[in-house]
C-alpha cells in the first residue's frame, strides 16, 4: 500500500513525507508541489500533516498490562514432628484463587530424606493447569530413629507458575494439609505443616 512518496533533497540524501489526505483519496498532484527552496538552497519542508494512521482505520496501539498473567513462586514446606522422629510424611496442597503449574520440586534440608532426588508428588500437576498438588516421602530406611529430624525442618521446596498476578510476596490462599505422617517403625505420629511463600521481586521502572 502506498502510503509514502519520496524526495530527492539537494544534498542526496532521500527524505519520507506522508501523503496528504487528498491524495490518498485518489487526487495526486505532482510530488514535489509542497517542497520548495529557499535563497540558501536548501530545501523548504513543509508543514507536518496529518499522519494517514490517524482516525479512522488507524494502526491499534498496543499497551502491556502493568500486572503479569502468570507468576512465578517459590513455597518452602516444613514438617514440624513435634520430638517425635519424623520417618515419612505426606501432603496436600491446594489453592482457592488461582491454578497453577508445578514447574520443579526440591528435597527438603535433613540428610535422612536426601535421596538424590525429588520427593514423590502427582505428576498431573506438571502437565498443566490444577489446583490441588500431593506429595510425599520417607527417610532412609537403614536409619534408627536417632537419626531422623525430631524438630521442625524443611522436608521440600515446591516451584510453582501461577495462571494469574499474584502480588509480591502475598500468598494466594495456599492450603496445605498433612495427610500422614509417620515415624520410622510407620506409627503415626502428631505433627504440623507450615509453609513460607516467596515471589521473585519484579525490576521497578525508570
Do not use: C
Amino acid at each position: 500500500m502506498k502510503v509514502l512518496f519520496i524526495v530527492l533533497a539537494l544534498t542526496g540524501t532521500l527524505a519520507f513525507h506522508p501523503l496528504s489526505p487528498r491524495e490518498r483519496d485518489g487526487v495526486r498532484g505532482d510530488a514535489t508541489s509542497d517542497v520548495s527552496s529557499t535563497n540558501d538552497g536548501q530545501i523548504a519542508r513543509p508543514s507536518p500533516q496529518p499522519s494517514p494512521w490517524e482516525g479512522e482505520g488507524a494502526i491499534p496501539v498496543i499497551f502491556v498490562p502493568d500486572e503479569p498473567t502468570i507468576t512465578f513462586a517459590t513455597l518452602d514446606i516444613t514438617i514440624d514432628p513435634q520430638g517425635n522422629p519424623l520417618g515419612a510424611y505426606q501432603f496436600e496442597l491446594t489453592s482457592n484463587d488461582v491454578s497453577f503449574t508445578v514447574v520443579g520440586v526440591e528435597a527438603g534440608e535433613h540428610a535422612a530424606f536426601d535421596h538424590g532426588r525429588p520427593p514423590y508428588f502427582d505428576p498431573v500437576a506438571k502437565q498443566g493447569e490444577t489446583d490441588r498438588l500431593i506429595l510425599a516421602e520417607y527417610a532412609k530406611p537403614q536409619l534408627d530413629a536417632d537419626q531422623l529430624p525430631n524438630e521442625s525442618t524443611r522436608v521440600a521446596t515446591v516451584h510453582i507458575m501461577f495462571d494469574g498476578p499474584v502480588r509480591e510476596n502475598e500468598d494466594p490462599t495456599i492450603q496445605l494439609k498433612l495427610t500422614a505422617a509417620g515415624n520410622a517403625e510407620g506409627e503415626r505420629i502428631d505433627a504440623q505443616i507450615s509453609h513460607t511463600f516467596r515471589t521473585p521481586e519484579r525490576p521497578q521502572s525508570r
